[in-house]
T-cell receptor, first 114, second 110 residues
C-alpha cells in the first residue's frame, strides 16, 4: 500500500526557534492535512490544503503556523517561533478526494520544544 | 464544528470476549465515520469505516453500526486477541476534515 512519508521522525528545538516539518503525500492525492497529537490525547485537526491553498484551519493554527507545497511532491508545516506547548506528534495526512474517503496518515514527527 | 464524544476511555477485556466502543457526534450533516487503531508510537491506521447510507458494516471480527437518527455509531470487536490491544479512535467527517474522539485504550488480557 502507498504511504505518506514524513521527515524528520524526531525534532528537538529551543523555544522561539523556527521548525519546518516535511511530508511527501501519496502521489495521486489532492487533499492534504496536518494534525497533531499531544501525548495521551486525541488527534487534533490543524489545517487542510487543496489546490495550493488552505481550505480550512483550526483555532490552533494561528499566525505562527504556515503551510506550503513548494513543489509537486512536498508539503511542509512551518512553526515560526516555537512554544513549549507546541510539543506534540505532528501527523501529515492525504487523500484523493476531500470527503468520504480513507485518510492516509504519515508516521509522524515528534516535536520537542525545550 | 463537529464534536465527537467517545466512551469508554479505557476498556479491559478477557481474550476471546467482545469489546464495544461507542461514539456520538453533533453535526447531522456528517456522513462518513471511520475508526482508527493506533499502537504506541505509531500512526493511526484505518480499520473500518461506514458511510451514512449504510447501517452496519462487517470485516471479519470487526463491525461498525451507525444510527443517524440518534447520531451515534459503535465499533464491535469479537473474539478479541492480544494484538487487538491498542488505542481506538472514532471520527466523523465535518466538511472536508475528520474530527476525532478522545480515544479508547483497549487492553486484552490473556
Amino acid at each position: 500500500e502507498p504511504e505518506v512519508t514524513q521527515t524528520p521522525s524526531h525534532q528537538v528545538t529551543q523555544m522561539g526557534q523556527e521548525v519546518i516539518l516535511r511530508c511527501v503525500p501519496i502521489s495521486n492525492h489532492l487533499y492534504f492535512y496536518w494534525y497533531r497529537q499531544i501525548l495521551g490525547q486525541k488527534v487534533e485537526f490543524l489545517v487542510s490544503f487543496y489546490n495550493n491553498e488552505i481550505s480550512e484551519k483550526s483555532e490552533i493554527f494561528d499566525d505562527q503556523f504556515s503551510v506550503e507545497r513548494p513543489d509537486g511532491s512536498n508539503f511542509t508545516l512551518k512553526i515560526r517561533s516555537t512554544k513549549l506547548e507546541d510539543s506534540a506528534m505532528y501527523f501529515c495526512a492525504s487523500r484523493t478526494r476531500g470527503r468520504g474517503e480513507k485518510l492516509f496518515f504519515g508516521s509522524g514527527t515528534q516535536l520537542s520544544v525545550l | 464544528g463537529e464534536n465527537v464524544e467517545q466512551h469508554p476511555s479505557t476498556l479491559s477485556v478477557q481474550e476471546g470476549d467482545s469489546a464495544v466502543i461507542k461514539c456520538t457526534y453533533s453535526d447531522s450533516a456528517s456522513n462518513y465515520f471511520p475508526w482508527y487503531k493506533q499502537e504506541l508510537g505509531k500512526r493511526p491506521q484505518l480499520i473500518i469505516d461506514i458511510r451514512s447510507n449504510v447501517g452496519e458494516k462487517k470485516d471479519q471480527r470487526i463491525a461498525v453500526t451507525l444510527n443517524k437518527t440518534a447520531k451515534h455509531f459503535s465499533l464491535h470487536i469479537t473474539e478479541t486477541q492480544p494484538e487487538d490491544s491498542a488505542v481506538y479512535f472514532c471520527a466523523a467527517e465535518d466538511d472536508y476534515k475528520l474530527s476525532f474522539g478522545a480515544g479508547t485504550t483497549v487492553t486484552v488480557r490473556a
